[in-house]
């Protein structure tokens, strides 16, 4: 039986990844203006993966990166009004109002009546304590972990921390990266919500086995009572 | 009596004010081209304490203020190799290898064979992680809490969490704002340990009473046995 379920954040409880694809959007088309639209989604890319172990993940450090590659890219021509714009982007980033994907506020809601609810996500601190706030499900959840990267030893060690047995540990989340193949080796549970987009850094060739893959969140009720029946016959 | 002694990280454990204050002057340097070095620092901190709520602490926030000041404080004018510098002095701040301050090996050795020890330090997620890696001291602390704001409603939901009696408490730290009075504020112990350079932003004015201060770290365990001998009598 299970005791725990845990939810990856972005792209599972609310949206994140449309921000970043309209960022990108508005950085190519001001490198357009110094013919570097073609190379600019790639170069981003680069510069992200370059910055991830410096950096980490969020908003803040796709920012350094965007000025980063504007500059590299434009070879020190981007003017000052346009790095202005580029910052703009950012603020209006982490100024966006969260929004809760289609069925979320209720399934949380319903789940927490019967499970414990745990938050894991990655991430900027500040960034994703704001949009939990906003959010309104904050008091669903027991724990909040907010961590700087999702690996096996991660899942690992909060599981310790908290004195979870893995095989009584779900986790919900739109990334077989982050959230799924690492609880699958730890020896918890796992269910994929893939999301409609995905960023690069997060697509993995993976098993489709030892896991379960929903469509939508709003599946989820449903799959846990037949996963109860089931391990309870 | 303790069962708990938390330290502060930044300025307490290892140097770090001084990375930003290096970083300070190459911004003004800078700005010196543009005719601005007069208004730089006071500029800058106007927009770190703007962004504050948006970015939090730590050094990608503080990277984005600089480039901001920097495009504002120039009226656009900047050029791209100027950002490229910019950016370059954030990227040697978060590679700057951990540089421990003096005794702070010895007393955190010591002090875990009679307390358990806990980390608290507000900032980027994985700047912090990187630096206690670095430091050698991540085995003797058995919580570790990187949090987004150091108030007296954190201190007082950590030691909620932990199962902490705050009067069995005490906090290590060079900010007053962020390491004392609010563990004074919550009825825990505290001792202060001034470093010799504080960020504008973390000065205040305070009571002198109700916490410690001490000259150096090295002082500290002498301190304690004091306070432990002054309880227990």
Do not use: C
């Amino acid at each position: 039986m299970l005791d725990w379920i845990a939810f990856d954040a972005d792209d599972t409880l609310w949206l994140n990844e449309p921000l970043y694809r309209a960022a990108q959007d508005r950085f190519v088309e001001i490198m357009a203006a110094y013919g570097r639209a073609d190379r600019a989604r790639e170069a981003l890319y680069q510069t992200e993966m370059r910055n991830l172990p410096l950096y980490g993940y969020g908003i803040k450090s796709f920012g350094l990166s965007l000025l980063e590659t504007a500059v590299r890219l434009t070879e020190g021509r981007i003017g000052g009004g346009d790095i202005g714009q580029l910052l703009e982007t950012i603020q209006k980033m982490v100024q966006t109002p969260v929004q809760l994907l289609d069925g979320v506020a209720e399934v949380v809601a319903t789940l927490s009546e019967s499970y414990r609810l745990m938050l894991i996500t990655k991430g900027d601190l500040l960034d994703q304590e704001r949009k939990l706030a906003q959010s309104g499900l904050a008091p669903y959840f027991e724990r909040v972990e907010i961590v700087s990267t999702k690996n096996a030893e991660v899942y690992r060690s909060l599981l310790a921390e908290h004195g979870i047995a893995p095989q009584r540990f779900l986790m919900v989340g739109n990334s077989l990266r982050s959230d799924i193949l690492p609880v699958v080796e730890i020896g918890g549970h796992a269910v994929h919500i893939p999301y409609h987009v995905t960023w690069a850094h997060e697509v993995v060739d993976a098993p489709t086995d030892g896991y379960a893959v929903l469509e939508h969140i709003g599946q989820l009720p449903a799959f846990l009572a037949r996963f109860a029946a089931r391990r309870g016959s």
